[in-house]
């Protein structure tokens, strides 16, 4: 699966880091289908953590700039800050990163 619908300059592993916000059960077979094709640097878990952790960060961001602290409150909100701190317990020393 390549999304081809937002092309970007942008790190090579965005659209992993993406499915990795939304579905973690998926990166593993779709990081097997990476390794069909290409070469797969050894570190890519903990580059899908930190760029999956700056999607949801500028997104959060993107909501709190148009409507204000309520939108954190909102259920994507809360779901999408729930997930920044799993993230970030995972990059935070002794995580799983």
Known sequence: ????????????WYDLAFV???????????IAGYRDVASVPADLPSRLLRGA???IAAQLARWFVRDGPGALE????RWWTSRLRELLDELAPGGAA
């Open 1 to 12: 699966m390549i999304d081809l619908g937002e092309m970007r300059g942008t790190d090579p």
């Open 20 to 30: 990795l916000v939304q579905d973690r059960s998926a990166v593993a077979d779709l």
């Open 53 to 55: 952790t700056l999607i």
């Open 74 to 77: 909102r259920p994507s909100g």
